[in-house]
């Protein structure tokens, strides 16, 4: 046996890829999986006390024994119906599905209902909306390979059977269950209890059933009988059981596949974990990271991921990358939320030149305007800004030392674009004590208006309008704290003047308000406060905090995940002209949240947030024609709708440019365009940006070799939580790239890019402990890092996972699980797993002996430029059987780098026609 020894140590390219879009965390399919419901808080019919107690304690004792379980109490009928649904697609897959099922029933026309917590159920005729069909959970469970079991504890005593409006019809209702059909492969077993309103914790058909799933090993048919039995015994009615309970395997495992189960779902949770991190990471948004979070506290290495996600997060709120846009500045601030459009209908035929004034140009938060007056947001007024300054010029010079109209003229020149007659007004009206003048002046000077821009110009102006009680002035003076513009950034000043903005009613300044509570920026999160804020401005009309409060129910931030009322406020705000509501209606369509997933929907609302100048849209639309989603897959314009989006600074689609020139993926390799790219989204905050520009430096593509750039942008993405950003801090001090060689640093960094996930940091930290570099040598802590990098996905850890099953170094020795893993390396293009597989095939370990299979491997390895390989058939054929040799020579024949007959003798002709390929592939 002559194996390669994998020894490389990897840098981890962090790809720029940064998919601008939010994925739910998906549950590992398992083998034993139940669905537990427990309906007791109903809104038209009695309250039940125990379903909820039952699905409580039987989620948690059929997760005991080694379920998969989902656990729904007081469920509505939509959520109800998705959750039959979804796990009707995982018993597909499923050895053992159970559904549990307590609370009201009913049975129309000898159909069995079981009925939502929502369900009113006036008329008969609403049954079939309102109450879901217990054959939908009969054929939920239908998939599943041996036990397809659905349990119902249920009541005799509905009153909605007898309040409710019949048809012409006249449908026969009663309540609980008919004749269950005992013809479909599914057992139904129930129980019609007494009310479910016992003095009990559990129903006496939920008590027996955790009973009797204590009993390991115990069958389908005897555990219904024992369950049956106890309730007997405790209730008024026998339960009653439909179908064949027959099975192959126990309801119950026995104690040793039990423990299987329980190790296996904790492995499953942690890759779980895992994924869901690594989602989280592509984003690098508070609003993901926070996803992510839910999933915290967790056991084992989920607690690492839990901590370098609210790390994450802290550094992004810390930095002002706050959820969504963050805190909007605040502006002019007029007329939002209701804003004014010129109804020329509703003009008064006499209007005087003040009334019209007015009725053009007053300001929502104007103290001086008349009450009777909305205001106008500025952007509508350039529509009739020279009618406007007329009217406000007439009126300025007949209410002498009127300082509303002398602010409203400079407002008409605003709007039209003359700021210098602007500044002149406002200027005149602020010194006459207008502190909404004063706000305006601040906001030409942030935004260099007919002046040099001037943050800390703007700073004073804006802090004399909201010390003289401005609302609009104290929105944009904590807009300035917020970002640190002209005065050091401060999130707990920002935060006092946008809620004394608040109270005064400006919905600009509740919305980023809230956004500051939502992220805890400037004091404590508080996500009930946060939703009442965008709740009052979004009664106002205000489309961006509409949309916020969308986003609350979309990713289930201190309410349940409901991606109905999601949609609902999206399309309120879309209608509002909200491009950001458009984006995210286009992501629910895209990932399938609420709706059936639909691409072409999805670049519908894409193309109109685009046309809005929405970058995010245009990134998105970049990545649906890259991969070909709901469009043909076209490269042009993926890289089309990317550069218009990166023209606009949006650092995902800088990204992405990058990520196409790096690997030739639609256009020709170009590392410096690459580089180019990486660089500008890195600038722009993007973390996978910064780990790729980082490597370009570290490895001289696309421009200079800089070890001190590189090494400066590793750092920055570290800090902002990027795992291949920490590993490559680790790689430059392991050796010495820009820094003193340090392994103690290497390895720290090592460990915090596997504790945020990174496979490559994993293989890594194993290779240290195996050559005790930084640390002791300790070679079943090696085996142990290349095990979880591994499974984490990387191909040198496997290759090397996989040499020490070969040679039982830090395990015992397993050929076939060597194989395994060989077999995965080789398919991730490892070359030492190429040939060390080829060895497997040639000797027969952990296989049959396969000497075809074998030549081909080596074949590979060789095509993949592995010198070892060449090196062994040129100076070592003795170790080869002549029938791998005459393949390898037939090979080398059929591609004419030698002559001659395949006869297994490597001669001079041979080590030349080997030497020959090795030069043709580059090895």
């Known amino acids: 046996m002559t194996l390669l020894k994998p020894l490389r140590r990897a840098a981890a390219l962090a790809l720029g890829f940064a998919v601008f879009a939010h994925a739910p965390a998906a549950l590992a399919v398992g083998e034993r999986i139940a669905l537990i419901i427990g309906n007791g808080d109903y809104a038209a019919a009695p309250v039940l006390a125990q379903p909820a107690n039952d699905a409580e304690d039987l989620a948690a004792a059929f997760a005991e024994i080694g379920f998969d379980v989902i656990q729904l109490t007081n469920v509505e009928g939509r959520a109800m119906r998705r959750a039959v649904r979804d796990f009707d697609e995982r018993a597909d897959d499923a050895s053992v599905a159970v559904i549990y099922f307590a609370g009201h029933s009913l049975a129309v026309d000898g159909v069995n209902y079981l009925v939502p917590v929502d369900a009113q159920l006036s008329r008969d005729t609403h049954v079939d909306d309102e109450a879901v069909p217990l054959s939908q959970l009969i054929a939920a469970v239908d998939g599943a390979k041996n036990i397809r079991l659905v349990m119902l504890a249920t009541t005799r005593d509905d009153p909605l059977t007898g309040t409710m409006k019949r048809s012409i019809r006249k449908r026969i209702v009663v309540p609980g269950l008919a004749a269950i059909d005992?013809?479909?492969?599914?057992?139904?077993?129930?129980?019609?209890?007494?009310?479910?309103?016992?003095?009990?914790?559990?129903?006496?058909?939920?008590?027996?059933?955790?009973?009797h799933l204590k009993t390991p090993a115990i069958g389908l048919a005897d555990f219904l009988e024992a369950v049956g039995g106890d309730v007997e015994a405790t209730s008024r009615s026998a339960p009653v059981v439909i179908g064949s309970a027959s099975a192959t395997v126990p309801i119950v495992p026995d104690a040793a596949t039990m423990q299987q189960l329980r190790d296996r779902q904790a492995e499953s949770r942690e890759t779980e974990i895992a994924d869901a991190f690594r989602r989280a990471e592509k984003l690098s948004t508070v609003e993901a990271w926070d996803g992510f979070l839910q999933f915290c506290p967790a056991e084992g290495t989920a607690d690492t991921f839990c901590a370098a996600a609210n790390a994450s997060r802290l550094r992004l709120v810390a930095s002002g990358r706050g959820s969504g846009d963050g805190p909007a500045a605040v502006g002019d601030g007029s007329g939002i939320g209701a804003p004014m459009r010129a109804d020329r209908a509703a003009v008064p035929a006499y209007e005087d030149s003040g009334a019209t004034c007015d009725r053009l140009a007053a300001h929502s938060y104007d103290q001086d305007k008349p009450a009777t007056v909305a205001g106008t947001a500025l952007?509508?007024?350039?529509?009739?800004?020279?009618?406007?300054?007329?009217?406000?010029?007439?009126?300025?010079?007949?209410?002498?030392?009127?300082?509303?109209?002398?602010?409203?003229?400079?407002?008409?020149?605003?709007?039209a674009g003359r700021f210098d007659e602007a500044l002149a007004r406002y200027t005149e009206a602020a010194e006459a004590g207008s502190a909404i003048a004063m706000n305006n002046r601040g906001l030409l000077h942030a935004t260099g208006a007919g002046t040099p821009k001037n943050p800390e110009a703007a700073l004073h102006w804006y802090r004399k309008g909201a010390e003289a009680?401005?609302?609009?002035?104290?929105?944009?003076?904590?807009?300035?704290?917020?970002?640190?513009?002209?005065?050091?950034?401060?999130?707990?000043?920002?935060?006092?003047?946008?809620?004394?903005?608040?109270?005064?009613?400006?919905?600009?300044?509740?919305?980023?308000?809230?956004?500051?509570?939502?992220?805890?920026?400037?004091?404590?999160?508080?996500?009930?406060?946060?939703?009442?804020?965008?709740?009052?401005?979004?009664?106002?009309?205000?489309?961006?905090?509409?949309?916020?409060?969308?986003?609350?129910?979309?990713?289930?931030?201190?309410?349940?995940?409901?991606?109905?009322?999601?949609?609902?406020?999206?399309?309120?705000?879309?209608?509002?002209?909200?491009?950001?509501?458009?984006?995210?209606?286009?992501?629910?369509?895209?990932?399938?949240?609420?709706?059936?997933?639909?691409?072409?929907?999805?670049?519908?609302?894409?193309?109109?947030?685009?046309?809005?100048?929405?970058?995010?849209?245009?990134?998105?639309?970049?990545?649906?024609?890259?991969?070909g989603r709901g469009v043909t897959e076209s490269f042009d314009e993926a890289r089309a709708w990317y550069e218009?989006?990166?023209?606009?600074?949006?650092?995902?689609?800088?990204a992405n440019l990058a990520y196409m020139y790096d690997g030739g993926r639609g256009v020709p390799v170009d590392k410096f365009k690459a580089r180019y790219w990486y660089l500008k989204g890195a600038e722009a905050g993007n973390g996978p940006a910064m780990a790729s520009v980082g490597y370009l430096f570290a490895n001289g593509q696309g421009g200079p070799q800089d070890f001190g750039k590189a090494m400066e942008w590793y750092r920055k993405g570290a800090d902002l939580g990027n795992a291949g950003a920490m590993t490559n801090v680790g790689f430059m001090y392991e050796n010495g790239w820009g820094v003193e060689q340090d392994y103690g640093e290497a390895i720290e960094w090592y460990m915090r890019g596997a504790a945020a996930g990174n496979a490559i940091a994993m293989a890594n930290i194993g290779l240290m402990y195996e050559q005790g570099r930084g640390v002791e040598t300790d070679i079943g802590l090696a085996f142990d890092w290349y095990r979880k990098g591994a499974e984490a996905g990387n191909a040198q850890a496997m290759a090397s996972l996989a040499y020490f099953y070969s040679n039982g170094t830090g395990t015992e020795a397993d050929p076939a699980i060597a194989l395994d893993w060989y077999t995965k390396a080789a398919n991730l293009g490892n070359i030492t797993a190429m040939h060390n597989l080829g060895v497997a095939y040639k000797d027969g370990l952990g296989t049959e002996r396969n000497l075809r299979r074998a030549a081909d491997l080596f074949i590979q390895s060789m095509q993949a430029r592995n010198s070892w390989t060449f090196d062994q058939f040129r100076d070592h054929p003795e170790n080869y059987p002549v029938e791998v040799l005459a393949e390898i020579e037939r090979y080398l024949i059929g591609h004419g780098l030698m002559g001659g007959e395949p006869d297994g003798e490597v001669d001079d002709e041979t080590r030349a026609g080997l030497t020959a390929l090795q030069q043709q592939v580059g090895g």
Not at 579 to 584: G, P, Q, T
Request: proline letters at 2%; aromatic letters at 10%; hydrophobic letters at 45%.
């Open 644 to 654: 218009r989006a990166a023209e606009l600074g949006d650092a995902a689609a800088m």
């Open 379 to 415: 952007s509508l007024l350039g529509a009739t800004a020279e009618e406007a300054i007329q009217a406000c010029l007439k009126a300025s010079g007949q209410a002498s030392g009127e300082r509303r109209y002398v602010f409203q003229l400079g407002r008409a020149y605003h709007a």
């Open 469 to 627: 009680g401005n609302v609009t002035a104290m929105g944009n003076l904590a807009g300035l704290y917020y970002n640190g513009a002209g005065v050091e950034r401060d999130f707990a000043v920002a935060r006092d003047w946008y809620a004394r903005a608040a109270e005064g009613g400006n919905v600009l300044a509740m919305n980023a308000l809230a956004l500051l509570y939502q992220d805890g920026a400037g004091g404590p999160q508080d996500i009930d406060a946060a939703r009442a804020l965008f709740e009052t401005a979004a009664e106002a009309g205000y489309a961006s905090a509409i949309n916020n409060l969308a986003r609350l129910y979309n990713f289930g931030r201190g309410v349940p995940v409901d991606y109905v009322r999601a949609r609902q406020l999206y399309e309120q705000a879309a209608d509002l002209g909200e491009s950001a509501a458009m984006v995210n209606l286009g992501l629910m369509h895209e990932n399938g949240e609420g709706v059936r997933r639909d691409y072409r929907a999805a670049r519908g609302w894409y193309e109109q947030a685009a046309a809005l100048d929405n970058a995010g849209a245009m990134t998105n639309l970049g990545i649906l024609y890259q991969y």
């Open 182 to 211: 005992p013809t479909r492969p599914a057992v139904v077993a129930y129980a019609i209890d007494q009310g479910l309103n016992g003095g009990s914790r559990n129903s006496a058909y939920a008590a027996a059933v955790l009973a």
